[in-house]
């Protein structure tokens, strides 16, 4: 007999109305750890889980721009970031499920280095924020062993990074503009000192003339 703990399956209507409010919500947040408490509390309602996190890498790059976690954080080994499975799914776009972390034969690397943290884990899913425009990152979550996920629990997270990647996607193309803003606003800063002392220059020169 299974022993797996069941999953709170929630309705199809449930589900949609989760999805709903992750979207309004998070286009209106301003913070990283906002983002994040927004999506455990949220997902909590219609997916079980004991640690969340979101990923996103900097452009055409390995380096993580930024990481957040909630409920229940997971320490994150410390490992070239070409062995960690965040990298490997933004670079291949795949989905990743382990059903059992300890039956599992993949990632022995990590499985080393995970356990050394002492962190009791059973089942992870993973699947990457990205947009019609860009690859951001991946969003994952994970259980204590006896959870298991199903089919239909993947593409509603699926359906959930998708939403969460254009919300960040959002924000990082505000950001953009206002740092591109800032940098017109220091070149008219410049042309209007170099105007006023040119035509002190010129002040000067027609009064000795």
Not at 23 to 36: G, T, W
Not at 136 to 143: C, E, K, P, R, V
Request: proline share 5%; with cysteine.
């Amino acid at each position: 007999m299974s022993t797996d703990a069941p999953i709170p399956p929630g309705t199809n209507t449930q589900r949609y109305e989760v999805v709903l409010r992750i979207s309004e919500a998070l286009f209106a947040c301003q913070q990283r750890e906002e983002l994040a408490r927004i999506l455990a509390d949220q997902l909590g309602e219609v997916l079980s889980f004991d640690h969340l996190d979101v990923v996103v890498f900097k452009d055409n790059s390995k380096e993580i721009e930024w990481h957040v976690s909630l409920k229940g954080r997971l320490a994150v080994p410390e490992a070239p970031i070409e062995e960690l499975p965040t990298w490997h799914l933004y670079d291949t776009q795949e989905t990743l499920l382990i059903s059992d972390w300890n039956t599992d034969e993949r990632l022995p690397r990590l499985k080393q280095l995970v356990a050394k943290t002492g962190v009791d884990i059973g089942s992870v899913v993973r699947v990457p924020l990205m947009t019609p425009q860009q690859r951001l990152g991946t969003l994952g979550i994970a259980s204590r062993p006896g959870t298991t996920y199903s089919a239909g629990d993947i593409s509603f997270l699926r359906l959930i990074a998708h939403v969460v990647a254009l919300a960040i996607e959002d924000r990082l193309n505000l950001r953009k503009e206002q740092e591109a803003q800032a940098e017109l606003q220091r070149q008219n800063d410049r042309l209007q000192l170099l105007l006023n002392l040119t035509n002190q220059i010129t002040s000067n020169l027609e009064f000795r003339e």
